[in-house]
């Protein structure tokens, strides 16, 4: 039997730590239950978003900077990415505003094929396995109240066309060589952000009017991708209740759904599950933020990481996967950073605190896994004296690979250093971790 347990903290990047067998409880020491069945049977990957900013910037970057990119997020010897998520037309992390009509309506993916689709196949290259998604930003604005890309509602009398539009793009990608195994019908349909952005509102009700539609047009040009609904908050579960409840047609048109983390939490998900045990959801957008603490969050990641997985997650995708120092180039409000950042002065390349959780995550957590939920036993958490005071609870969550290795992840987010014992096969193990610390601890034989 061979133990091998990482950490990452302010002391290094996955150090090896002590890890060991014990023959008597340790009655003081956190614990870790591990669930006996698992809450997903085949984990589909981990991921990243290859924005149309993400593609520029490795369009002009040096190709050794490139293949170094791409090599250390989608290589076998890197994070061993598996997703890519990309966007119909432009999103706010575009170098440019464009849909894939001109003002005659002729429809194109040329503009795509300066610096989107060329990324797309390189990475596919470098992972041959790579699997993509997409989801869009806007319809054309001639299809939406207000008549722009950004902002405005979504026109019901359009739905035929833009269906039409949408699989007119999914063809035209996989003539290029792309295929896009699943989508969503609109990024975010909750918020039009103003108008600052390539944003559309689209109501529940032409969301599942729209899907429907979408399905059957798909047929006729011999498509089938996965279709997910909302792509949105936690927060928003109660619209996706409301549309397979008022709409049951649609159990048979989707795949699943799509949740975002910039509101609610994972745990919002478990009555999705419960109602509709056959769809599935998946964690589709999260990144960096540049001007908080972007290279130093891997334990808010590592918490992440472990409660979407804990709650049912089939897969977990970031945002993009490059930008600048500045969070540039992008048309729209925020401030994200990449999954890796290129300087623009230096050419340097510099890692984010989410690239340093994946790293513990992604290589040993491949398509086909096992995911076990775990619940964190913790008497310092228990104690009341500390309160108003309380910190973040740790987590942690398992997993058992295509190879049979079994893998234990765990998050410190506190202030102490916690002492860890967990059962496997009847077997009791323990180890230590620092604050602020994610640590990943693996057993085989």
Not at 62 to 73: F, H, I, N, Y
Not at 150 to 172: P, Q
């Amino acid at each position: 039997m061979k133990i091998e347990a990482v950490t990452t903290d302010k002391f290094g990047f996955k150090r090896k730590i002590r890890a060991f067998e014990v023959g008597e409880d340790v009655i003081g020491a956190q614990s870790i239950v591990i669930g006996g069945e698992p809450c997903t049977e085949s984990f589909l990957g981990f991921g990243v978003a290859l924005t149309g900013s993400s593609c520029y910037l490795l369009s002009r970057a040096e190709k050794a900077t490139r293949e170094r990119v791409l090599a250390e997020t989608f290589g076998k010897g890197g994070l061993n990415l598996s997703l890519a998520r990309v966007s119909v037309g432009a999103s706010d992390y575009s170098p440019e505003l464009y849909c894939y009509e001109d003002k005659e309506g002729n429809f194109s993916v040329e503009k795509d094929k300066e610096y989107v689709l060329p990324a797309l196949k390189e990475a596919l290259r470098v992972n041959r396995g790579l699997k993509f998604f997409c989801a869009p930003w806007s319809p054309p604005g001639r299809m939406k109240t207000g008549g722009a890309m950004c902002g405005g509602f979504m026109r019901e009398k359009f739905l035929e066309e833009y269906a039409a539009y949408y699989c007119n793009f999914l063809a035209a990608y996989k003539k290029e060589g792309i295929d896009i195994f699943a989508l969503t019908a609109q990024n975010e349909p909750e918020t039009d952000q103003s108008g600052r952005m390539p944003a559309c509102l689209f109501s529940p009700e032409l969301e599942a009017k729209f899907v429907l539609i979408l399905r059957e047009k798909m047929k006729e040009y011999g498509l089938n991708p996965e279709i997910w609904l909302c792509d949105h908050n936690f927060s928003y579960i109660g619209r996706v209740l409301w549309q397979l409840r008022e709409f049951p047609e649609l159990q048979n048109a989707v795949n699943g759904a799509a949740f975002h983390y910039y509101g609610g939490g994972a745990d919002l998900t478990d009555v999705l599950r419960e109602k509709y045990p056959k769809l599935v959801w998946h964690f589709t957008e999260g990144g960096p933020r540049l001007y908080d603490n972007y290279d130093t969050d891997w334990c808010k990641w590592g918490v992440t990481i472990c409660r979407a997985l804990n709650h049912g997650a089939k897969s977990f995708t970031g945002w993009n996967l490059l930008l600048d120092e500045t969070g540039a180039p992008n048309i729209g409000p925020f401030f994200c950073g990449g999954l890796l950042t290129l300087n623009s002065q230096s050419g340097e390349l510099s890692y984010s605190g989410q690239y340093r959780a994946l790293a513990h995550f992604s290589p040993a957590i491949t398509r086909g896994a096992k995911v076990f939920p775990c619940k964190v036993r913790d008497f310092a958490a228990m104690e009341t004296s500390a309160y108003p005071a309380a910190e973040l609870a740790c987590e942690a969550t398992a997993v058992i690979d295509e190879k049979g290795a079994f893998h234990l992840f765990y998050a410190n987010p506190t202030k102490n250093k916690k002492q860890i014992v967990f059962k496997r096969a009847n077997k009791a193990f323990y180890f230590e971790a620092m604050p602020d610390s994610l640590t990943s601890f693996t057993v085989e034989g």
